[in-house]
Nanobody, 127 residues
Framework: QVQLVQSGGGLAPPGGSLTLSCVAS????????MGWFRRTPGKEREFVAA????????YYTDFAKGRFTVSRDNAKSAVYLQMDSLRPEDTAVYYC????????????????????WGQGTQVTVSA
């Protein structure tokens, strides 16, 4: 069975940094583009970042540009989200996602449904 297991997150002060990890099993990881999105109560779901199957193409939503970095290590079946210069409005539950057949950034960005989900990781930015 396909599993996406997340780790990291937690509490950071404004201007601080956090790193999220997502390790996949039960699939051929290098065949999949990966995405990150976040949810906050009372707000619409927001896509954060995406990376293609090889790691050579990335996408960032405007609020993440210049602050967040998505990367992957196919040998470890892992995708990461490095978050710097954190703001209180970054507080949310963050999820890694993918679906069969998605290899490019455009294949995964903007989708409303995903076949495979991480369990979610809470990120709280507060002094």
């Amino acid at each position: 069975q396909v599993q996406l297991v997340q780790s990291g997150g937690g509490l950071a002060p404004p201007g601080g940094s956090l790193t999220l990890s997502c390790v996949a099993s039960g699939l051929t990881f290098s065949s999949y583009a990966m995405g990150w999105f976040r949810r906050t109560p009372g707000k619409e779901r927001e896509f954060v970042a995406a990376i293609n199957w090889s790691g050579h193409s990335t996408y960032y939503t405007d609020f993440a540009k210049g602050r967040f970095t998505v990367s992957r290590d196919n040998a470890k079946s892992a995708v990461y989200l490095q978050m710097d210069s954190l703001r209180p409005e970054d507080t949310a539950v963050y999820y890694c996602v993918t679906s069969p057949g998605v290899q490019s950034v455009t294949d995964i960005v903007g989708r409303n449904d995903y076949d495979y989900w991480g369990q979610g990781t809470q990120v709280t930015v507060s002094a």
